[in-house]
Nanobody, 126 residues
Framework: QLQLVESGGGLVQPGGSLRLSCAAS????????FGWFRQAPGKAREGVSC????????IYAHSVKGRFTLSRDNAKNTVYLQMNDLQPDDTAVYYC???????????????????WGQGTQVTVSS
């Protein structure tokens, strides 16, 4: 059974950091693109970052580039999102997603992803 479980969300002050984890059961990480997405109240789900399956290339949304870092640990079957210098606009539910694709590079399009976690809340507030 393919399952994604996110953890690590919480309340943090502006300028603070959090590390989200996505535990992937039933997956071989190198066979899938993985992405992090977020959805704020009243807004559409948007792509934050993704990592391509075999080549491991990472892509970031402009809004988080230089602040967020996506990584994966194949041995632990876990994908991480390190988030630094968090700002109130980063407040959202963050989701991990997976896609098995023949395309070499991942993409930040939620509609392309087949498997989703339940999400974890990130709130940035003073």
């Amino acid at each position: 059974q393919l399952q994604l479980v996110e953890s690590g969300g919480g309340l943090v002050q502006p300028g603070g950091s959090l590390r989200l984890s996505c535990a992937a059961s039933g997956f071989t990480l190198a066979d899938y693109h993985f992405g992090w997405f977020r959805q704020a109240p009243g807004k559409a789900r948007e792509g934050v970052s993704c990592i391509s399956s075999s080549v491991g290339t990472t892509i970031y949304a402009h809004s988080v580039k230089g602040r967020f870092t996506l990584s994966r640990d194949n041995a632990k079957n876990t994908v991480y999102l390190q988030m630094n210098d968090l700002q109130p606009d980063d407040t959202a539910v963050y989701y991990c997603a997976a896609l098995k694709s023949s395309y070499r590079l991942c993409m930040l399009l939620p509609s392309e992803y087949d498997y989703w976690g339940q999400g974890t809340q990130v709130t940035v507030s003073s």
